[in-house]
């Protein structure tokens, strides 16, 4: 069964720190995987898109690494900044998906940065 | 200026009632979809519609009907709603997903439905 799992479920940490997301997936054949930042009361907007052949993709204060062949995804934020209070959902796509667009979504992580 | 819109923010009627949510986007995408979001925050697949025509139909209950009056709208019916309807609902909009396509998807805002 295709599954996309995150770790933590929820996180809280002080403006300034870093902090790694997780997210192993069971999705196959794969063709790509995404984080995405969804704000409280908004839709998701997409952070990164890595396809197998690419390992690490950084979009600012974002860097997301793939290992395909362990088929685990992490996500590191950077110096977090109070905006960065988000849910983070990992999403893939496999293969045959790619021909409908259909996406396999994780549960996200609950960040919360605190002052 | 907004790139998918969806209309209305929030819903909440009685269960049987039937109501529409309607979405709209601007970027020229030819492909749309609808995504359920239960209260776990799982973002399932519900639709999507490549140039008005369905490619996906999740096992969804025949209450819920999609309709696309061209490619640049896809509005979301629901027709005898239950309790268990009650979730948020978010309208996506990308390029034709394809061989070589990353099929990035831009969310709309979400329609709280609650269903009393």
């Known amino acids: 069964k295709n599954q996309v799992e995150q770790s933590p479920q929820s996180l809280i940490i002080l403006e300034g720190k870093n902090c790694t997301l997780q997210?192993?997936?069971?999705?196959?054949?794969?063709?790509?995987l995404r984080w995405y930042k969804q704000d409280t009361g908004r839709g998701p907007v997409s952070l990164t898109i890595?396809?197998?052949?690419?390992n690490t993709k950084s979009n600012g204060r974002y860097t997301a690494t793939l290992d395909a062949d362990t088929k685990q995804s992490s996500l590191h934020i950077t110096a977090s900044q109070l905006s960065d209070s988000a849910s983070y959902i990992c999403?893939?796509?496999?293969?045959?998906?790619?021909?409908?667009?259909?996406?396999?979504f994780g549960q996200g992580t609950t960040l919360q940065v605190k002052p | 200026d907004t790139a998918v819109s969806q209309t209305p923010k929030y819903l909440v009627t009685q269960m049987g009632n039937d109501k529409s949510i309607k979405c709209e986007q601007n970027?020229?995408?030819?492909?749309m979809y609808w995504y359920k979001q239960d209260s776990k925050k799982f973002l399932k697949i519900m639709f999507s519609?490549?140039?008005?025509?369905?490619?996906i139909n999740e096992t969804v209950p025949n209450r819920f009907s999609p309709k696309s009056p061209d490619k640049a709208h896809l509005n979301l019916h629901i027709n005898s709603l239950e309790l268990g309807d009650s979730a948020v609902y978010f309208c996506?909009?990308?390029?034709?997903?394809?061989?070589?396509?990353?099929?990035?998807?831009?969310f709309g805002p979400g329609t709280r439905l609650t269903v009393l």
């Open positions: 997210c192993n997936y069971t999705v196959s054949p794969f063709s790509n």
């Open positions: 519609y490549n140039n008005k025509e369905l490619i």
């Open positions: 890595m396809t197998f052949s690419e």
């Open positions: 970027l020229g995408h030819d492909t």
């Open positions: 996506a909009s990308s390029q034709p997903p394809g061989r070589g396509s990353y099929n990035e998807q831009f």
């Open positions: 999403v893939v796509s496999g293969l045959g998906s790619s021909n409908t667009g259909k996406l396999i």
